[in-house]
């Protein structure tokens, strides 16, 4: 009920549900939470991310927020499936992006 869940060690998504069941072929060998590597441009290794920019037409100073995905993936068909950590504040900065479009709007109209 309350916004603070996602302070507990994990932002757990599931309620309750340990062993997930692939989707693809049912077996409940799979690995939750499975991080993905990704490269950046300077060859550094980080996470793999998607962005939101909350001035997204802004030459400088974009207001990136950045979310990172894991991987559930199954151990018995290799089915993957991606999920953003922290949705709720990743919705957030997509919401407060398109308030500030919606402004733009009415200020240039
Ligand atoms: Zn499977």
């Given at each position: 009920m309350s916004e603070h869940e996602n302070h507990a060690s994990h932002a757990g998504a599931s309620?309750?549900?340990?062993?997930e069941t692939c989707p693809k072929c049912r077996s409940r060998k799979v690995i939750p939470r499975v991080r993905i590597i990704d490269r950046n441009a300077n060859s550094g290794v980080e996470e793999l991310s998607v962005e939101v920019h909350e001035y997204p037409y802004a030459m400088f100073f974009r207001g990136t927020?950045?979310?990172?995905?894991?991987?559930?993936?199954?151990?018995?068909?290799?089915f993957t499936e991606?999920?953003?950590?922290?949705?709720?504040?990743?919705?957030?900065?997509?919401?407060?992006a398109l308030a500030r479009q919606r402004d733009d709007q009415i200020k240039r109209g």
């Open positions: 309620d309750g549900a340990d062993n927020h950045r979310g990172y995905l894991s991987a559930s993936v199954c151990g018995e068909c290799g991606l999920y953003l950590e922290d949705p709720a504040a990743f919705h957030a900065a997509y919401e407060s």
